[in-house]
């Protein structure tokens, strides 16, 4: 039985439709799932946050490492929406409101109520009719990830005297093979300078983000900022304000001073804007004349803001 039933009195768990899934039902889930409950023990040994997200979006557990990581406890967490908690910035965007939207595994940068950034990747599990039940969704702990690398730099350094040294990988450490890939590479060395937006394609999972990054770090741009946003994993009703940003009380839950968007955030660095062609076409139109104007309105202001970046 999880451990966040078991510690307090059952709660219904609330859903986006507004339906009350009640604590029987869990249950039943559960039962349904019997090889779930005896990995939990499990899970809790693994140095990895661990969340288990209903097909409603409702958050039906999470591990000790999660609590920890993102400075919130179970209670406060297990019976919500993955949705309410992105928008109330526990951890921004959220994965597993990614993966029942496109239906396959998705990884993705995250950023934690902290400020701290964590790469996740979500797996759905799928029932016998093909349809998404859960959402399994994993974050390596930071400071494990750190003592790892520490580990084995230790290893590296424990190499015999005579034994030659690897040089360093050229283009970020990106390994390849295929002649196309090198050319992609010699682009990026090309473009980088440039101080113009541009236009990365190419499947999911094909690494945009791993260019966006070349192309930023290879840039005049450097030194500035590079804010990376998953357009497909923020709802269209927040996109526009995450995006923007907004002025005190320009809407119902508007934060009191206000808050800065992405773009304002890659002043003076680079926008990397991923699933660029999931956003809403009206939304389009507005990001466009800040890509051709470098200029933009938050929400609820009539201000003019000019802004640099390089947008990707």
């Known amino acids: 039985m999880p451990r966040a039933e078991a510690s307090r009195t059952p709660v219904p768990f609330r859903q986006p439709a507004g339906r009350i899934m009640n604590i029987t039902e869990y249950r039943t889930l559960c039962a349904q799932y019997p090889s779930l409950r005896s990995l939990f023990s499990v899970m809790e040994a693994l140095h990895d946050n661990i969340a288990i997200v209903g097909k409603d979006g409702v958050i039906l557990w999470v591990s000790s490492c999660f609590e920890r990581n993102y400075g919130i406890s179970r209670d406060e967490v297990v019976g919500r929406t993955t949705y309410e908690l992105e928008a109330e910035r526990v951890f921004t965007p959220s994965v597993a409101a990614l993966v029942l939207k496109t239906r396959r595994v998705v990884t993705l940068t995250e950023t934690a109520q ?3 950034l964590n790469i996740v990747t979500g797996v759905p599990v799928y029932d016998q009719n093909g349809d998404i039940s859960l959402v399994v969704s994993y974050t390596v702990d930071p400071a494990y990830s750190l ?17 030659e040294k690897t040089p360093p990988l050229p283009y970020g450490g990106v390994v390849y093979a295929s ?5 992609v590479l010699e682009n990026v060395r090309k473009v980088a300078d440039l101080d113009t937006g541009i236009l990365i394609t190419g499947e999911s ?6 260019v966006a990054r070349l192309l930023h770090h290879a840039g005049q741009r450097s030194s500035g900022p590079l804010v ?3 357009c497909a994993g923020i709802p269209d009703s927040l996109l526009e304000s995450e995006l923007f940003g907004y002025e005190s009380g320009s809407f119902t839950g508007a934060r009191q001073r206000g808050k800065p968007g992405r773009i304002e955030q890659a002043h003076g660095g680079t926008l990397f804007l991923d699933e660029v062609g999931e956003i809403p076409l009206p939304l389009q139109a507005k990001l466009l004349e800040v890509i051709q104007e470098k200029r933009f309105f938050k929400l609820g202001s009539g201000l003019i803001i000019s802004i640099r970046f390089k947008k990707e």
């Open 114 to 116: 902290s400020g701290q």
């Open 205 to 210: 999972g094909v690494g945009k983000n791993v």
């Open 228 to 230: 990376e946003t998953n």
């Open 147 to 163: 003592r790892l690398y520490d580990e084995y730099q230790n290893i590296l350094s424990a190499g015999t005297p005579h034994e």
């Open 179 to 183: 002649s196309a890939m090198q050319e």
